[in-house]
């Protein structure tokens, strides 16, 4: 049984940071490429950055290339993105996918998706 479970989301202010962690249960991340997805309401989904299974990142949305960071922690199974000088515009839900084994910007080409983690960055 596998199963992406999102956490780290809440409400932060303009400026401030986030860890969202992604526990990949019954994966196996030297196997399986993890990506992160946002989706603003009333816009389309859009990649984040992807760790593929080895460890090699793809960061696909400009706009967050130099504040969002992804990496992985074997042992806990576990795929994080810190998110710092986080704006008004990253509000949105984020949500982490697996794919086996290489990584895409397409969210079509994912198979296991997680819920998702409501992440608010306001005044």
């Known amino acids: 049984q596998t199963q992406l479970v999102e956490s780290g989301g809440g409400l932060v202010q303009p400026g401030g940071s986030l860890r969202l962690s992604c526990v990949a249960s019954g994966f196996n991340l030297e196997a399986t490429a993890i990506a992160w997805f946002r989706q603003a309401p009333g816009k389309e989904r859009e990649a984040v950055a992807c760790?593929?299974?080895?460890?090699?990142?793809?960061n696909y949305a400009g706009s967050v290339k130099d504040r969002f960071t992804v990496f992985r922690d074997n042992a806990e199974n576990t795929v994080h993105l810190q998110m710092k000088s986080l704006k008004p515009e990253d509000t949105a839900g984020y949500y982490c996918?697996?794919?086996?084994?290489?990584?895409?910007?397409?969210?079509?080409?994912?198979?296991?998706w997680g819920r998702g983690t409501r992440v608010t960055v306001s005044s």
């Open positions: 996918a697996a794919r086996i084994p290489a990584c895409t910007r397409s969210q079509y080409e994912y198979p296991s």
């Open positions: 760790i593929n299974p080895a460890g090699d990142v793809w």
